[in-house]
């Protein structure tokens, strides 16, 4: 067994039935990979949606539940389990493309990375607000590409959403900590860098994501990011950079220049609200959609104020990512 494809479930049985029925059509043969679904949907709710998608693609698919099993926890439980030489940790809010595995074994073939990252992307049929969303977690005038989109292999830190490793590698650093609540994966990375395995970004290997449905679940997503954030710097001393703290001091600027501006017509709101206008361009030219692109204005506000305030929660009162017990 080459890979084995692990991903955490929580309910969201469509999410869950798209992301088996996307396992089954990968063109690589089934003999070399498993799918492994760890869920901690409670009294075993998602079962029956497993087996029936399970069955229904002609797709065996490795089922472990606990009730409320942690991400991380769940990560592991199935890591555990896992046949493959490589474990690739995926969402389960991500499709894969047929070439998913050919495009991972490729690359592992081309540099022989010892753990490894791919990009994420928004295809043609995901909704105008999903593609707006991809948009505002991908471009570079958003995130500076570090989701992804980085070749700097020194500095690359593959995440969650689509990451792999040698098993090996997996068990030599101790697999997901899981006394971080968000930030696991990115944790998980730096650990693996320190340790001084090699490390790439398999620029091909793309997974569909479809990230949150809504603006509001969105915010909620970023809000943990920006608590992670915070955690990850205190855990792994030079990990903050000014890039990461740029959100914050983006929707700090804007908050205060809006009475600044009324009282003195200061330019400072301008080129705030410049920032937050250049997606209405980028996204609406990428996607050749206005509407996108006016999503895209929407989604990154979201994303950073969202992002600002978990990172200031996180820096003032301990945030999200505290332990459990």
Known sequence: ????????????????????????????????????????????????????????????????????????????????????????????????????????????????????GGPDAAPEDF??????????????????????????????????????????????????????????DMDLSIRIQQAGYRVGLISKAVVWHKRRSTLVQFFKQVRRFGSARWALANRHPGQLKVTHIFPVLLTLGTLCSIPLFALAKLPMLWLCLGYFTMPLVLAGVKYRSPHIGLLAVASTMVMMSGYAFGFLEALFGGGLHTKRG
């Not at 690359?156 to 792999?164: A, D, E, Q």
Request: aromatic fraction near 12%; charge should be negative; glycine fraction near 8%.
């Open 1 to 116: 067994m080459k890979f084995s494809l692990i991903s955490p479930t929580f309910d969201r049985p469509e999410e869950v039935r798209e992301f088996i029925a996307s396992a089954a059509e990968l063109r690589f043969d089934r003999r070399e990979f498993e799918v492994l679904l760890a869920d901690g949907t409670p009294k075993d709710g998602l079962r029956a949606t497993v087996a029936q998608a399970s069955s229904a693609a002609d797709f065996p698919v490795v089922f472990l539940q606990e009730d409320y099993l942690p991400v991380s926890d769940a990560r592991n439980l199935a890591a555990r389990h896992a046949q493959g030489d490589y474990l690739i940790f995926l969402d389960s809010d991500c499709l894969l493309p047929t070439d998913y595995l050919e495009q991972v074994s490729d690359g592992l073939d081309a540099h022989g990375w010892d753990a490894f």
């Open 127 to 184: 909704s105008p607000l999903q593609k707006a969303i991809s948009f505002s977690m991908t471009s570079f005038w958003t995130t500076g590409g570090i989701r992804g989109g980085t070749k700097r292999t020194a500095t690359y830190y593959p995440r969650g959403f689509n990451m792999g490793m040698k098993r090996s590698v997996f068990e030599a650093v101790g697999g997901y900590d899981v006394h971080f609540k968000t930030g696991e």
